[in-house]
């Protein structure tokens, strides 16, 4: 099944890839055995540090079980979430991850998970989230951990494994980052703000105050982290967006808001406002004067 190791580059690297390859492309399957130590030995041309160095880092990462005694070998294993999620965040760590690119990515797809959340949510759906927020909550591991755990609970209600497995990705590297950099109680409450509109706007469902609600929350963590850090933030305004009818403008503009009835926003000239179904909450956003636009009924 495997050919002699490339010794161009790492030897161990080239095993590597030759099992991983073979176990993606379905020739080997879940809890087929492998050959043992001394045939795979003879199959790749190389010593025995070098095999085992290989089978140990496919363990690591999750797709083989190695199992000891006289039944034992090296097993396929069952590749699941968790495994993949692991085998991600652990890359990952390796390499330079700043606060920006995770806030793009954050930008350009949790918005949309809380869209698709305000559609499908239902009344348990809003008990369990307001659990998670809970009314406060002591700064540490426990905060960071519901803070986490809003962001999961919304993927979730997609019913998307893919989309699912990104988010709990990325809320890992967040949480390690967060834990790390010793963020005070302020942020915690600004989140908790936050996290209070998002879930107004899918008890009214509204999935397009709960995108615009979402991408104010991510892109408002991005720019406290960064100031904090001092790091250079993710702004909205990098990426190109077309204007269109109304509903488009809202959803595109980085200028966008969802505010509560008392925000000074709402008694500034010039914008559009919509109330959130009959919550207390209004979407809000400054209006293009290069844009022909109807002004909805006032927020008063």
């Known amino acids: 099944m495997f050919n002699n190791a490339n010794k161009s580059e790492k ?6 890839a030759q099992i ?11 809890g087929d055995r492998l050959a043992s130590e001394k045939e795979l030995i003879e199959q790749f041309g190389v010593s025995k540090a070098t095999m085992r160095e290989a ?5 690591v990462i999750g797709l083989l079980e190695i199992r000891k005694g006289i039944a034992g070998g090296a097993f396929v294993a069952e590749v699941d979430m968790r495994t993949t999620l692991h085998a991600i965040v652990n890359f990952l760590h390796f390499q330079t991850v700043s606060v920006k690119e995770i806030t793009m990515l954050r930008y ?5 998970v809380a869209q698709v959340a305000a559609a ?23 905060e960071v951990s519901k803070e986490i755990s809003f962001h999961r609970y919304l993927a979730r209600m997609t019913e998307n494994t893919i989309l699912t497995l990104t988010i709990d990705m990325i809320d890992n590297l967040l949480k390690s980052m967060k834990k790390k950099i010793g963020l005070p109680p302020e942020f915690y409450g600004h989140v908790r703000d936050a996290h209070n509109i998002i879930l107004e706007c899918l008890i009214q469902q509204d999935g397009l105050a709960a995108k615009t609600a979402m991408a104010n929350d991510v892109v408002g963590v991005g720019r406290y982290i960064c100031g904090f850090t001092g790091a250079l933030p993710f702004e909205p305004s990098e990426l190109t967006a077309s204007r269109s009818p109304i509903d488009t403008h809202l959803e595109v503009n980085p200028g966008a808001r969802v505010v509560v009835k008392d925000d000074p926003l709402l008694q500034e000239s010039g914008i559009i406002v919509r109330r959130v179904g009959t919550s207390e909450l209004y979407l809000v956003v400054k209006e293009d004067e290069n844009d022909v636009l109807d002004r909805p009924p006032s927020a008063s």
């Open 120 to 142: 499908k949510r239902t009344d348990k759906d809003i008990e369990k989230l307001q659990q998670v927020i809970g009314a406060g909550i002591t700064p540490g591991d426990t």
């Open 11 to 16: 030897v161990s690297d080239n095993i590597i």
């Open 55 to 59: 089978l140990r880092v496919l363990e």
């Open 20 to 30: 991983r390859d073979a176990i993606l492309s379905g020739r080997l399957k879940p």
């Open 108 to 112: 350009l797809i949790e918005p949309s």
